[in-house]
């Protein structure tokens, strides 16, 4: 075997190395494009802070005094209170005592002369029942008009009795109704009698009838 045999069988025999890849070239990088700077915004001037109000001044307390009026009854204690107090002279317990039964007699006495006085000036009654007058074992008579006779020997009085209020001095007209016993059945409705007063005759009756003044017409 020639040698140039012996030099294509190694060759051939030599295992082919592979060849690496070739190490792709690195894209190229685009330039950077430099950003131009952005505009800086003009920087914002502080606001110019509000001058300080002053702080309003404490308003002065209103005294209850000057918002209402007062009254007699305050003005006296007030002055009670301002007016500068005096020493009395020393009194011992049994005269202090003594003024003040002496106080409570003389508004006693005023009370008297008072109601004395009230009593003179009351209005005397209205005349609608003449006055009777009574002694021992006289029986009341009264005087007034027939409201019902519907019932057998038994009619219905009314009597009325104005008088005059003692504050308001107006007439006040009141009434109150009697139940007397008419034997005869002579009393008829709006008659006016005179009735009597009597023993119980029944559950309501206590009056009789003593004469018919006048008939109704």
């Given amino acids: 075997m020639t040698d140039e045999e012996k030099d294509v069988q190694e ?18 990088e685009a330039p ?14 502080p606001a110019e802070a509000p001058a300080e109000e002053p702080a309003p001044a404490a308003e ?19 002055a009670r209170r301002e007016a500068p107090h005096e020493a009395g002279p020393t009194r011992t317990p049994e005269e202090r005592a003594a003024e ?4 409570r007699a003389a508004k006693r006495a005023s009370r008297s002369r008072y109601r004395k006085r009230r009593r003179g000036k009351r209005v005397e009654p209205g005349t ?16 007034g008009i ?5 019932a057998d020997k038994t009619i ?19 009434s109150r109704k009697l139940y007397a016993h ?23 009756k206590r009056w009789r009838l003593l004469e018919v003044v006048e008939k109704a017409r």
């Fill in 182 to 204: 008419d034997p005869t059945n002579q009393a008829g409705d709006g008659d006016v009698v005179r009735v009597v007063e009597s023993r119980p005759l029944s559950r309501s």
């Fill in 100 to 103: 003040r039964a002496a106080a």
């Fill in 60 to 78: 002065e307390p209103v005294s209850l005094e000057e918002e209402a009026p007062l009254g007699p009854k305050e003005l006296r204690k007030r």
């Fill in 146 to 150: 027939v409201v019902s006779s519907a």
């Fill in 156 to 174: 219905a009085v009314r009597i009325d009795l104005p008088r005059r209020h003692p504050v308001y001095k107006k007439v006040i007209r009141e």
């Fill in 11 to 28: 060759v051939e025999e030599t295992p082919e190395v592979e060849e690496a890849p070739a190490e792709e070239a690195p894209a190229e």
């Fill in 32 to 45: 950077e494009v430099e950003e131009a700077p952005a505009e800086e915004a003009p920087a914002e001037e």
């Fill in 128 to 143: 609608g029942t003449p006055p009777v007058e009574r002694g021992p074992g006289r029986l009341k008579v009264r005087q």
